[in-house]
Nanobody
């Protein structure tokens, strides 16, 4: 079955950087769009960034210019490079894909605090 596993979260100071990874299995990774979502404390889950099977990207306005989504189809991996992190980026970050069903990873906590 489809499995998505996130890693790379942690505690970082404002202005710092983190790189999240998502390992996918049980699917033909290269033919599907992938996305990163996040859910902050007391907030709804929201789309952060999305990448098509061909590498076309789009971002939430709040992260444009700071975050970069990428994928490595040979490794069945997706990444989110997060720079210039702000306290409001604090959230659980989830890997997502949708084809027959909607699939989520277990999430990885990102905390931005001094």
């Amino acid at each position: 079955q489809v499995q998505l596993v996130e890693s790379g979260g942690g505690l970082v100071e404002p202005g710092g950087s983190l790189r999240l990874s998502c390992a996918a299995s049980g699917m033909i990774f290269s033919i599907y769009a992938m996305g990163w979502y996040r859910q902050g404390p007391g907030k709804q889950r929201e789309l952060v960034a999305r990448i098509s099977s061909r590498g076309i990207t789009n971002y939430a306005d709040s992260v444009k210019g700071r975050f970069t989504i990428s994928r490595d189809n040979a490794k069945n991996m997706m990444y989110l490079q997060m720079n210039s992190l702000k306290p409001e980026d604090t959230a659980v970050y989830y890997c997502n894909t949708q084809f027959e069903n909607t699939y989520w990873g277990q999430g990885t906590q990102v905390t931005v605090s001094s």
